[in-house]
């Protein structure tokens, strides 16, 4: 227990430093590229992204949990994660031209050729990650994490400043792949084998179809925001509504991790022991809430401050997008817990449902409502959000006993925080000289804000309340 504590702890670490450089990039890279050009990556790196689900299929996974891994079971699942990568390779490399073509956007066809060259490397690295996952050898990931992220960077920011454009993206993917692929080498593990086999390939396919389905829908979901406005609109469209949603979802890529940690085994434990699960999803989305809508409403506030402080002037045209795009976040947040749930249960497939209803309504949504800009491409996205509430809705009280009157009755004291917070922010921001740089108003307005929100806390009687006087107790007993 002490060495998967330990892993856990080095795991944290090296995984938010990453993001925290991996954020610092993008802001860099805001600031020396144009919306068109980041537009043409995005639209490009979506197809990127649905192909790595059938390019892993569900191996990494397998070699992490499969009870008895023999050196057959191992050699089967290298000959898989193999064929399928390189199968992918090709496959995207091929079909680069059509795409670009459907899209109109000749500047993909590059960018979609390079990216696909990184599908050879890639079992190279990832066979030893799920290997090192499997001992918990927290430590060795993060030397290669290190040296993947360093070379990302570098290089991303290095071919910017040198002219590349887009290309400067797809080049920094894949000489982190390689990077990576090589720093693995010395930390193999000896009982991995080195030469493939399929003589046990059915084992692994068998595994691997089984979670196959709600991943690839899943994938085909965040994707589709990208490749409808790509189709419908233009790269720098699908640039500025990639800054929107980024700047609405800061919370979650800084968060996201720490709030969904060790949920599916917390939940898992409950439904084992016949615990009603009613209560703990209500308090684990009090919790998330507590601190998730308040982010939401002062991104409300200050959405070109944030915008111009983080990617600058050039991308307050992505502002329009950000009030769609915030309630569809603060409903998300709600049913952030649904898909794991049904996991615990034994149901995941069931996730998939609420995700092809999104889905669906997307795609209708999206012809009907767009008008040119990414203002009403955002309320269509905000609509197919709403759609797919009542499907969850049912869920939880068909499969979860769960009744989502106690869910909203949990969660006012969230939402009395948050308005609280907006009130607040609305009227600091009122007060403030309007001739002030927007950093400076994010910078001043940030201890008050903090206060405001903490005795939000205290007078709503929030859970969260609760929670940070123990973390504080703790720290104080550490310290001492």
Not at 24 to 45: D, H, K, N, Q, Y
Not at 186 to 205: A, D, E, G, Q, T
Request: charged letters at 10%; aromatic letters at 10%; proline letters at 5%.
């Amino acid at each position: 227990m002490t060495n998967i504590r330990r892993s856990l702890v080095i795991n944290f670490f090296s995984s938010t430093g990453a993001t925290i450089v991996q954020f610092i990039v993008s802001m860099l890279l805001a600031r020396m590229l144009s919306p068109a050009e980041i537009g043409v990556f995005s639209m490009t790196v979506v197809f990127v992204n649905i192909a790595h689900i059938f390019r892993d299929f569900g191996v990494g996974t397998y070699l992490q949990r499969e009870p008895e891994l023999t050196e057959e079971r191992m050699r089967a699942a290298i000959g898989v994660m193999f064929t399928t990568s390189w199968l992918i390779a090709v496959a995207l490399f091929l079909a680069s031209g059509a795409i670009s073509r459907w899209f109109n956007e000749p500047a993909m066809l590059p960018v979609m050729q390079v990216l696909a060259i990184g599908f050879l490397f890639i079992p190279f690295g990832s066979i030893t990650h799920s290997m090192l996952t499997r001992e918990f050898a927290a430590g060795k990931q993060a030397i290669v994490n290190v040296v993947g992220t360093a070379t990302f960077a570098v290089t991303c920011l290095g071919l910017a400043a040198l002219g590349f454009g887009t290309m400067s993206m797809a080049w920094a993917n894949l000489a982190n792949i390689i990077a990576c692929a090589i720093a693995y080498i010395p930390l193999r593990p000896k009982i991995l084998p080195w030469l493939p086999s399929f003589r046990k390939w059915r084992h692994v396919m068998h595994f691997g179809v089984g979670s196959l389905l709600s991943n690839c829908l899943g994938s085909i979901n965040n994707a589709l925001p990208d490749i409808l406005l790509g189709k419908l609109g233009n790269a720098t469209l699908v640039g500025l509504f990639s800054r929107a949603s980024s700047t609405v979802s800061i919370f979650t890529y800084v968060a996201g991790s720490t709030v969904n940690y060790g949920s599916l085994s917390y939940i898992s434990q409950a439904h084992h022991k016949k615990e009603p699960l009613g209560p703990l999803i209500n308090r684990a989305t009090s919790l998330l809430t507590g601190v998730g809508w308040t982010a939401l409403a002062l991104t409300y506030v200050f959405s070109e401050e944030i915008i111009a402080t983080l990617y600058g002037e050039k991308w307050l045209p992505a502002v329009p997008a950000i009030d769609a795009l915030l309630l569809a976040s603060a409903v998300g947040m709600m049913f952030n817990y649904t898909s794991t749930a049904l996991t615990a249960i034994g149901r995941p497939y069931l996730s998939a449902t609420p995700i092809v209803a999104m889905l669906a309504t997307r795609i209708v949504f999206g012809y009907v409502l767009f008008k040119g800009d990414i203002e009403s491409f955002s309320w269509s996205i905000c609509s197919a959000t709403l759609v797919a509430a009542p499907v969850m809705i049912y869920q939880h009280y068909a499969y979860l006993g769960h009744r989502f009157s106690t869910m909203l009755v949990a969660l006012w004291p969230s939402a009395a925080v948050a308005l609280i917070c907006l009130a607040a922010a609305l009227m600091f921001k009122a007060i403030l000289p309007a001739s002030l740089p927007p950093m400076a108003v994010l910078l001043i307005l940030a201890l008050p804000l903090a206060s405001v929100w903490y005795v939000a806390l205290r007078l709503t009687g929030h859970p969260l309340s609760a929670e940070l006087h123990h973390v504080a107790n703790g720290l104080k007993a550490r310290l001492a």
